[in-house]
């Protein structure tokens, strides 16, 4: 069965600052990666998603992330944060078995930025 | 262009009493999603129907059931609503034919059980 481990709950980070929420994931089949951005009181975005090919894959508002297999991560990063990133962030995986799609989320990292 | 639309958006109810969350889809989408969303949790997946006419019990499904009344509109029922189910619940939809195009959600019913 799939999981998915997001360490830090809470990540707070100066404005300007960069920033690096970690996501790493647990598999025995081929994976899709996907991270959703949820703003207080609002359901979740879709901010960015690996399906296969380059494992730099980049996202809506500055964020990217990079997939590692061999360490089977999916670390998102932003290299300088806004006030307005200020959001709880969630790692997913989908396990690639044809038909089916259903995503495990991690219990999400809250990020604080400090002006 | 509405997307997956959720209702009510806020409810409280009493212990023992029953309620239906609605949700319905515009994007002709096959599979559709019920999570309870709590705090240090995560989500976590109460029902699913990958497709029209089928439905299939998630990580957390006591205590809910489920009707996928068309390819729109899969509603969630509590019969006898407990303080443990006070939470937000999020609709979710998608093509669900494994092309990773993900998830798109439903915007929440905040649910208080007193």
């Known amino acids: 069965a799939q999981s998915v481990t997001q360490l830090d709950s809470q990540v707070p980070v100066f404005e300007e600052a960069p920033v690096e929420l970690r996501c790493n994931y647990s598999s025995s089949v081929s994976v899709y990666l996907f991270w959703y951005v949820q703003y207080p009181n609002q359901g979740l975005q879709l901010l960015l998603k690996?399906?296969?090919?380059?494992?730099l894959v980049k996202g809506i508002n500055g964020f990217e992330a990079e997939f590692n297999k061999s360490q089977t991560s999916f670390h998102l990063r932003k290299p300088s944060v806004h006030i307005s990133d200020t959001a709880e962030y969630f790692c997913?995986?989908?396990?690639?078995?044809?038909?089916?799609?259903?995503?495990?989320f991690g219990t999400g990292t809250r990020l604080t930025i400090i002006p | 262009n509405a997307g997956v639309t959720q209702t009510p958006k806020f409810q409280v109810l009493k212990t023992g009493q029953s309620m239906t969350l609605q949700c319905a889809q515009d994007m002709n989408h096959n599979s559709m999603y019920w999570y309870r969303q709590d705090p240090g949790m995560g989500l976590r997946l109460i029902y699913y129907s990958a497709s029209e006419g089928t439905t299939d019990k998630g990580e957390v499904p006591n205590g809910y059931n489920v009707s996928r009344l068309n390819k729109r509109e899969f509603s969630l029922r509590l019969e006898s609503a407990a303080p443990s189910q006070t939470s937000v619940y999020f609709c979710?939809?998608?093509?669900?034919?494994?092309?990773?195009?993900?998830?798109?959600f439903g915007s929440g019913t905040r649910l208080t059980v007193v």
């Open positions: 997913a995986v989908s396990e690639i078995r044809g038909g089916n799609e259903k995503l495990t």
């Open positions: 979710a939809s998608s093509e669900g034919r494994g092309l990773g195009y993900g998830y798109t």
């Open positions: 690996y399906l296969s090919g380059s494992t």
